[in-house]
């Protein structure tokens, strides 16, 4: 069974998961800020008291990076066995990415520890580099993320180097996060199969157009997750729709095309618009998935 925002209202769960022999896949829009671990957490306890189980199989299709939003494939019961499967499906993502800057994360989890010039960063620039990332290649990934390194992941050193960093403090070669350190990890086959640029503002998004998300405001236990405000800067901005295979980083893409026109990037944000065939505009959110879940 597959629950998406068309069932709202519409349809009423059972209290006995036997009911629903394959299992039920929930397309979830995941919060900002919310790791998608908090979700599968969320869920699970709902389920279960639901269901009247101690326990139940509750997993995830893919995993999203905290600061990244859109479709987290939710599966209940029986459906997890077909995690792997959904996993395998082509993603498609909205990248906004800031030039002229490098963090440890590739992302603004970590603050800016690089400046880069941005000479050579221009829309027209970008439309000429963003072809030559089409297809099939190797791509090496974040020194923070949850790859292995000799049965270590790779994010635990790489919290170690940030502490590293932190410790030195003074401005000065040691204190520079080093990006080099992820030339350890395996490089990975990936495939980009499109992508286009939806935008570029040389000066940096307006204030206006900057997004707010009722996330932050709405739920304060995730602000444990840090993020920092480069706006100030006025980086350049840019906006990029990629569809590509399982394993991509887009966070690793940044950095890449940051390189490609001889400067540095970072993700300021990121949606996940499509997972195969689930839409983010058929995605539920928690609080409507939650619904779902009945429980004395």
């Keep these: 069974m597959i629950l998406t ?113 941005t000479d050579g960063v221009s829309e027209a620039a970008l439309r000429f580099v963003l072809p030559g990332f089409l297809g099939e290649q190797e791509q090496v990934a974040p020194l923070f993320s949850a790859k292995s390194i000799d049965g270590v992941r790779a994010y635990e050193l790489a919290r170690k180097e940030w502490k590293r960093t932190r410790s030195a403090g003074d401005g000065g070669s040691a204190s520079v996060f080093d990006h080099s350190a992820a030339g350890i990890l395996n490089r990975q086959i990936i495939n980009i199969s499109e992508m286009e640029l939806l935008g570029f503002w040389p000066d940096g998004l307006p204030a206006s157009d900057v997004p707010v998300n009722p996330a932050e405001e709405s739920d304060r236990r995730n602000l444990r997750i840090n993020v920092t405000d480069n706006s100030s800067l006025h980086l350049p901005h840019a906006e990029v729709r990629v569809v590509c295979s399982k394993g991509t980083y887009i966070r690793a893409l940044a950095r890449d095309l940051g390189e490609a026109l001889g400067s540095g990037a970072h993700l300021d944000s990121l949606r996940r618009t499509r997972n195969g065939g689930f839409r983010v505009e058929d995605a539920l959110t928690v609080e409507q998935a939650v619904d779902f879940f009945k429980f004395d």
């Design 5 to 117: 925002r068309q069932c709202v209202g519409r349809t009423v769960l059972t209290g006995d998961i036997d009911d629903y022999p394959e299992g039920i896949v929930i397309p979830v829009d995941k919060p900002y800020r919310w790791t998608s671990a908090d979700v599968i957490r969320k869920l699970k306890y709902c389920a279960c008291r639901h269901f009247h189980k101690k326990n139940l199989k509750v997993g995830h299709a893919g995993t999203l990076d905290p600061l990244a939003t859109g479709v987290l494939l939710v599966c209940v019961g029986k459906a997890t066995r077909q995690a792997e499967t959904f996993q395998k499906h082509d993603k498609e993502y909205v990248a906004g990415i800031s030039f002229g800057a490098t963090t440890p994360s590739y992302d603004l989890e970590k603050e800016i520890d690089m400046r880069y010039p």
